[in-house]
């Protein structure tokens, strides 16, 4: 009996190792990951607009909060109620905190500065599921003079691909019912509304390969 316990006892240690050794090397990766995201496509890109507008779009950085804070006094009351379903006056510190400071693996965001004066005009982001790795919840705010210019488009289909290389296949969308604008861009990019209550509407989009998209746009096809 001494020598089964000892022999449980030594399991023990060895899986107790191996978690530990698991939760280290993902740490690692997780560290790893970002430290290419900060050296590779941190400085962003360049991007004109349909109207002649010129951005550029870049994750977001945990030095962002003060950007992020200044674009939330650029949005309407309307503006703020439709992106957080309820009335806001500011954030937090803490949701500052929580919106900038991402691991860009399970929480992703993708915000674009106004090219002329390095102010943050809009921002994509998503939010992996904590019960479905493959699926994420999204959200898309674009201040208000510059609401019409395709800046919302061009966003989501810059975070399509980011969830595609981070391994998630579908995005989901709590929208106001009254908010025509992202329940356009949504059917635009072949969302599937997939549920209703009186003051929301759910949509559901299928993240499609890349070889299946039409051009390098980034837009999904329908399957």
């Not at 360049?46 to 939330?72: C, Q, Y």
């Not at 919302?152 to 969830?163: I, K």
Request: aromatic share 4%; hydrophobic share 40%; glycine share 8%.
């Amino acid at each position: 009996m001494m020598f089964n316990h000892h022999i449980h006892a030594a399991l023990a240690r060895e899986r107790r190792d191996t978690l530990l050794a698991e939760a280290a090397s993902a740490r690692q990766a997780r560290q790893a990951r970002a430290g290419r995201l900060q050296a590779g496509v941190t400085a962003g890109s360049r991007t004109v607009l349909r109207d002649g507008s010129h951005v550029l779009i870049r994750p977001v950085r945990s030095t962002d909060a003060p950007l992020l804070a200044d674009g939330f006094t650029r949005l309407s009351a309307t503006s703020r109620w439709m992106r957080f379903l309820t009335p806001k006056k500011e954030l937090s510190p803490a949701e500052l905190r929580y919106l900038t400071d991402l691991d860009h693996h399970d929480h992703e965001a993708l915000g674009a500065l106004d090219h002329g004066n390095g102010r943050g005009v809009g921002i994509a982001r998503y939010i992996r599921h904590a019960g479905d790795p493959y699926a994420a919840d999204i959200a898309v705010t674009i201040v208000d003079d510059w609401q019409g210019r395709g800046l919302g488009t061009e966003l989501l289909a810059r975070l399509s691909d980011r969830a595609r290389q981070e391994g998630i296949h579908r995005f989901t969308a709590l929208v106001a019912a009254e908010n025509v604008a992202v329940a356009r861009l949504l059917r635009n990019m072949c969302a599937r509304l997939t549920g209703r209550e009186s003051n929301t509407l759910e949509y559901e989009i299928a993240l499609v390969p890349s070889d299946e998209r039409d051009g390098d746009r980034g837009v999904l096809l329908p399957r």
